[in-house]
């Protein structure tokens, strides 16, 4: 029996074990190589303590958005004004909901947003065209939120 052939493509002098020299380079250097159950120290509650601190965490969050971001501030007021109009102006139920829904819609997309944003400008505040791209993509989300909202509310006032 003879032994198994080797891939020429795999091997490299430089490699004692003849792989990648630069891919075992970066394996070695990889933090998750060295402790592979690098976990949030969070992940392991669990029952009512985990619902507990994620209830707390996400109004920490409320918080957080409603002191840095104005366009949070913003869409939360008009919120507050158009939702009791919701059940002014709508006369089924089904209508009251998605009125009630779209206007909670961008307020979801605007947390989402902000918190993009938050974490882009955490990586870096220099100008990138990635950056730009990612903030950009979340502020066009944003957008198409609040469009659906005047659809919404269009088709439901004028019929």
Do not use: C
Request: charged share 20%; net charge positive.
């Amino acid at each position: 029996m003879s032994a198994p052939k080797r891939n020429p493509r795999k091997t490299n002098s430089a490699s004692p074990q003849g792989g990648n020299p630069l891919r075992e380079n970066r394996v070695k250097e990889s933090p998750l190589k060295e402790s592979p159950l690098k976990e949030s120290p969070h992940k392991g509650k669990t029952g009512l303590k985990r619902v507990l601190n994620a209830f707390f965490y996400s109004l920490e969050g409320f918080g957080a958005a409603w002191k840095h971001e104005d366009a949070f501030r913003q869409e939360s007021i008009l919120a507050l004004i158009m939702i009791p109009l919701a059940f002014v102006f709508a006369d089924a139920a089904l209508e009251r909901a998605m009125m009630i829904a779209s206007v909670l819609l961008v307020l979801i997309v605007e947390l989402v947003n902000s918190a993009i944003e938050a974490t882009v400008d955490r990586i870096s505040l220099e100008n990138h065209q990635l950056a730009k791209r990612a903030k950009d993509i979340g502020s066009a989300a944003v957008l198409i939120a609040l469009i659906n909202v005047l659809v919404v509310w269009g088709f439901v006032l004028l019929g």
